[in-house]
């Protein structure tokens, strides 16, 4: 499925080129939704992302030798508070920050569970920035999301919040917290849409 996006979304970018450039932008903005992908569970199956279709997702890049490595008590938090009204949490280890993920899959999932109770969904570590960047995280960052815009992570934990209508509808910085209220006013905003 990740190889027939991009094909996808030339030929679909093709057929409606005598529309106006807003058209086109709205057809590909469609096509590249994020929950449109299929990743790799930090326990090694295949979690096809379209589950979450209908939730409020929390996508973050997550590190355990950071020192903002303590925002996964506050993401568990926020787990913990509004998962059953429809928050999905998801954790994305990179270790390309100063190597702040060097760990394997399992040791990982230990330090979550171990340090900070973890619970939220988590995946296999990736790369975020760069050619090797994997095409989920291409997609997130080629997105205009306010506050923070498109454009490269800048570095752990930084933050996307996913709508109900499976498109994004925010964007945090790394040092902004997890339930700081710009970002909580944005998840209850999306919590509250049917």
Not at 70 to 91: F, N, R, T
Not at 121 to 130: I, L, P, S
Request: hydrophobic share 40%; charged share 25%.
């Amino acid at each position: 499925m990740l190889r027939v996006l991009p094909l996808a979304l030339f030929a679909t970018a093709a057929l409606i080129g005598c529309q106006s450039s807003n058209a086109v932008e709205k057809e590909i903005k469609k096509l590249a939704k994020p929950l449109n992908f299929t990743m790799r569970s930090l326990d090694g199956k295949d979690v096809d992302l379209s589950k979450y279709q209908g939730k409020v997702v929390l996508i973050v890049n997550v590190a355990s030798k950071c020192g903002l490595t303590p925002q996964y008590k506050e993401l568990q938090a926020l787990h913990e508070k509004y998962a059953k009204i429809g928050l999905a949490i998801l954790g994305f280890p990179c270790n390309q920050f100063l190597s702040q993920e060097p760990g394997t899959a399992e040791e990982i999932k230990e330090f979550c569970r171990i340090n900070y109770g973890v619970s939220f969904d988590m995946f296999a570590k990736v790369e975020v920035n760069g050619e090797a960047a994997c095409d989920f995280y291409k997609n997130l960052t080629s997105l205009d999301t306010k506050p923070v815009g498109a454009g490269k992570i800048s570095w752990n934990f930084e933050k996307f919040v996913v709508g109900r209508n499976g498109e994004i509808v925010a964007r945090f910085g790394p040092r902004t917290k997890p339930d700081d209220p710009d970002v909580l006013k944005v998840i209850e905003a999306e919590l509250a849409k049917k």
